[in-house]
C-alpha cells in the first residue's frame, strides 16, 4: 500500500486572491475587453490550490500550476537551500527542480514524510 503525503499552500492564502478579483470589477467591467483582467485572480487562485509536494514511497512530485515533476528517490542526489530558504531539488542527472510552498524552515517535516531517505544536518554547536 502506497502512502502519499501532500504539502500544499494555506488555504487562507485564497483571501487575497478574493480581495485582488473584488478589487478588479471596477477595471473590468468598464467593457467588454478588459474582462481580461479576471485572468489575473483565477490564475493566482488556480496557483494557490495547485502548487505543492506529493511525498510518497515511490519519491517527490513537484506540482506547478502547468504541469508536475516526479523524482523518484533513487533519482534524488540532495536538496539545495537557496536564497531566502527556497529549496531545490538536485538529481543524479544534474537537473534542479524548484520546490514551491516548502521552505528550509520545514526541512525536518520533510525529512519525516520521507521515511529517513532525506537527512537534516544538525545544527552547529556552540563550541564551534
Do not use: K, Y
Not at 1 to 7: D, I
Not at 30 to 55: E, I, K, Y
Not at 86 to 99: D, I, K, N, P, S
Amino acid at each position: 500500500m502506497s502512502t502519499t503525503a501532500r504539502l500544499r499552500m494555506n488555504r487562507t492564502a485564497l483571501v487575497p486572491v478574493a480581495f485582488l478579483a473584488l478589487c478588479a470589477v471596477p477595471l473590468a467591467t468598464a467593457s467588454a475587453w478588459t474582462l481580461v483582467v479576471f485572468l489575473l485572480p483565477l490564475a493566482v487562485a488556480l496557483w494557490v490550490l495547485r502548487s505543492g509536494v506529493d511525498v510518497g514511497d515511490d519519491g517527490l512530485t513537484v506540482h506547478s500550476l502547468v504541469g508536475s515533476r516526479t523524482v523518484r528517490w533513487p533519482e534524488l542526489a540532495g536538496i539545495r537551500v537557496a536564497d531566502r530558504g527556497a529549496l531545490w531539488l538536485v538529481t543524479t542527472g544534474g537537473t534542479e527542480v524548484r520546490v514551491p510552498v516548502i521552505r528550509a524552515r520545514d526541512l525536518p517535516r520533510l525529512a519525516e514524510l520521507s521515511g529517513g531517505r532525506i537527512e537534516v544536518p544538525a545544527p552547529p554547536s556552540a563550541g564551534q
